[in-house]
């Protein structure tokens, strides 16, 4: 069973393979180090892994921003998605949220050993959902609050907890800054917060 590997930390991606390879399942059949190098080996690809596990911070990236990408490609091939298993250090509920929203599997904290990371791959194969405990925990105790949004604003939330200005989130967003504007408006009068910084602490 293929497997693709996005994560730009080459330590850690030689215990994965290792991890994979040794079930005598799985086999790494790519490896990414960058947004721009997933992108590509998937546009190359004759055929898609049946799975892919996708670090959330690369680098400078967005690691997220690659679930769109291949939403839009598996439709315009007329081909399945194959599940996506997000892993990230960080433990940001927001984060864990957008990336679900995004059409991600399942969440995996690095935090996590080969049995979880195992049990991970095996949950969401099977057509579940899978999210660390710890996790889960977070989720369940923010979920009134994301809730409240709507996919694009949350898209806005996500940037501005990066700090970018509104410029920034605009070019990111791909849309006009008074838009942006009304996005940040709009999430100011859901949340009843004022400022950027208030934001960024949920």
């Known amino acids: 069973m293929e497997v693709l590997l996005i994560d730009d930390h080459p ?5 994965i393979v290792s991890i994979l390879e ?3 399942i799985f086999k790494v059949c790519a490896q990414a180090q960058s947004l721009k190098e997933a992108i590509s080996v998937v546009e190359k690809s004759e055929t898609l892994p049946s799975l892919i596990i996708l670090d959330m911070l690369l680098g400078e990236d967005n ?10 490609y598996c439709h315009n091939k007329k081909i399945p998605k194959p599940p996506v298993l997000v892993c990230s250090a960080l433990g940001d509920p927001f984060k864990i949220q957008a990336a679900f929203n995004s059409g991600a599997a399942g969440f995996l904290s690095k935090t996590g050993g080969k049995e979880e990371l195992l049990k991970a791959i095996d949950t969401i194969l099977s057509g579940k959902v899978y999210v660390s405990g710890e996790v889960n925990i ?36 791909h849309i006009n800054i008074r838009t942006v504007e009304n996005y ?6 859901k949340t009843g917060y004022s400022s950027r910084e208030e934001v960024q602490r949920l």
């Open 63 to 72: 690691g997220l921003d690659f679930l769109p990408m291949l939403e839009k």
């Open 138 to 173: 977070k989720l369940k105790n923010n979920s009134s609050v994301y809730a409240k949004f709507s996919k694009r604003e949350m898209d806005v939330i996500d940037l501005l907890k990066m700090n970018k200005s509104n410029k920034q989130i605009a070019d990111s967003l």
């Open 11 to 15: 330590m850690l991606n030689a215990g």
């Open 22 to 24: 040794q079930t005598g």
């Open 184 to 189: 940040i408006s709009k999430i100011y009068f």
